[in-house]
């Protein structure tokens, strides 16, 4: 039972450049999220799915765009990625609902020059 | 504007029992506030959950006011394992994706 794992771990692009961020959960949770985290500023929602084929603007969800086309996958992808872009990225999971106990994946350290 | 806030840092020694309050002033009736802790490279890691009044696990306790302003998480007898970030969550707007993190409080606990 691996949890939430995400792929790439770490990642340098330069500005414009496209990419996007696996998440994979094995507990058949229903809800999924993408987070950033920068210094100073905690976590931020950028987009949450609340089951397969859906997915919902969070917090700060510009710039990015996500798809849930198996249950068991969250993609983020960053279509032109700017500097502003260089984060922390977090997905997680939950059984069900907003409030339920979210799992958090290791991360992807992104840069972009 | 929903707003969630906590310090910045705290320090404390080991065998105490360490206090970290958020504060978040437009919480609604259907809210619930939850703490995550996260050691460096990893991601956050669930503590605990509340809703109103009192709520306690094996690790702490989650002390919620009556007018729900502000909520405290108690952590007993803290040990060097302790040190982490300690994060806010509140879900405004009752389960609509209305999720909002405090920026996390570095507790150090010394020996």
């Known amino acids: 039972n691996a949890g939430v794992t995400q792929t790439p771990k770490f990642r340098v692009l330069k500005t414009g450049q496209s990419m996007t961020l696996l998440c994979a959960q094995d507990?058949?949770?229903?809800?999924m999220y993408w987070y950033r985290q920068d210094p100073g500023m905690g976590l931020r929602l950028i987009h949450y799915?609340?089951?397969?084929?859906?997915?919902a603007k969070g917090e700060v969800p510009d710039g990015y765009n996500v798809s849930r086309l198996k249950k068991q996958n969250f993609l983020l992808g960053l279509e032109s990625a700017a500097p502003s872009q260089t984060s922390v990225y977090f997905c997680?999971?939950?059984?069900?609902?907003?409030?339920?106990?979210?799992?958090f994946g290791p991360g992807t350290r992104l840069t972009v020059l | 504007l929903a707003k969630t806030t906590q310090p910045i840092s705290m320090d404390s020694y080991e065998g105490q029992e360490v206090n970290i309050t958020c504060s978040h002033n437009?919480?609604?009736?259907?809210?619930?506030i939850t703490w995550y802790q996260q050691f460096p490279s990893q991601g956050p890691r669930f503590i605990i959950q509340?809703?109103?009044t009192k709520v306690t696990n094996e690790v702490a306790s989650l002390f919620i006011p009556a007018d729900r302003k502000s909520s405290t998480l108690s952590l007993p007898r803290v040990s060097l394992s302790d040190t982490a970030v300690y994060y806010c969550?509140?879900?405004?707007?009752?389960?609509?994706?209305?999720?909002?993190f405090g920026q996390g409080t570095t507790l150090q606990v010394k020996p």
């Open positions: 437009n919480i609604a009736t259907n809210d619930y």
């Open positions: 507990m058949n949770h229903e809800y």
């Open positions: 509340g809703y109103k």
């Open positions: 799915s609340v089951g397969e084929g859906t997915t």
């Open positions: 969550l509140v879900d405004y707007s009752g389960n609509t994706g209305k999720l909002i």
């Open positions: 997680a999971s939950s059984w069900s609902g907003i409030t339920d106990t979210q799992y």
